[in-house]
């Protein structure tokens, strides 16, 4: 195999080289995944080209119309990007590692601020080994969550607690896929020892 990374860094080049030529080509347009033809990616900016010439008086027509279009092929560029990635994460030799997460802030007069914050995170390895986290923060509501998972193909452990703040509550939760509760030790176990093989 080649590097499963390199699509990802000519992507990110490509991207950064674009900044600094922000009237020029379009930037979003010329990203490809590196297993292209020189002969094809010339035809295409070829056409793109002819394209944008066309077009370059509409451009200065609708002064949105250049916006729209980069940010819808941002868009598609993201959801090509987070497939790629979801195609890898299915590939039984692959690691990968996934996050996101959200953040906001908001305060009016003198009242306290009010911040939500969420993430996740995916990791795999070979041979079907997965940890999930996820966490939630609310400060108006006052919840906290959080939710680990450990998987291995299609049994896992997920352990998920949740709290809050303002009236006190406290909830643990396991949820066991294809496992019985009996069967969760020696699963925490196996998945421990699956783990190591990579450390």
């Known amino acids: 195999f080649s590097d499963p990374f390199a699509a990802h860094h000519e992507y990110m080049r490509q991207m950064m080289r674009s900044f600094s030529d922000p009237f020029g080509r379009d930037p979003f347009l010329s990203?490809?995944?590196g297993g292209?033809?020189?002969?094809?990616?010339?035809a295409r900016?070829?056409?793109?080209?002819?394209?944008r010439g066309n077009r370059r008086d509409?451009?200065?027509?609708?002064?949105?119309?250049a916006m729209d279009r980069m940010m819808s092929n941002m868009r598609n560029s993201m959801l090509e990007m987070q497939r790629k990635f979801d195609d890898l994460s299915i590939h039984p030799d692959a690691h990968t590692f996934s996050s996101s997460s959200v953040m906001t802030y908001s305060k009016i007069?003198?009242?306290?601020?009010?911040?939500?914050?969420?993430?996740?995170?995916?990791r795999t390895a070979p041979?079907?080994?997965?940890?999930?986290?996820?966490?939630?923060?609310d400060?108006?509501?006052?919840?906290?969550?959080?939710?680990?998972?450990?998987?291995?193909h299609d049994r896992a452990h997920v352990i998920k607690k949740s709290k809050n703040s303002k009236t006190g509550d406290e909830e643990m939760n396991q949820e066991f896929i294809n496992l019985d509760e009996t069967e969760a030790q020696t699963f925490d176990e196996e998945w421990q020892k699956e783990i190591m093989k990579f450390k």
């Not at 601020?113 to 995916?122: D, E, M, R």
């Not at 041979?127 to 923060?137: D, M, N, Q």
């Open 58 to 65: 509409a451009d200065f027509g609708e002064p949105f119309f």
């Open 36 to 42: 292209e033809r020189t002969v094809d990616r010339r």
């Open 109 to 122: 007069g003198d009242e306290p601020p009010k911040v939500f914050q969420a993430s996740a995170q995916t």
């Open 45 to 51: 900016q070829d056409s793109q080209v002819a394209l």
């Open 139 to 152: 400060s108006e509501s006052g919840l906290e969550k959080m939710a680990i998972g450990h998987h291995i």
């Open 31 to 33: 990203i490809t995944d």
């Open 127 to 137: 041979g079907g080994v997965k940890e999930t986290r996820k966490a939630l923060k």
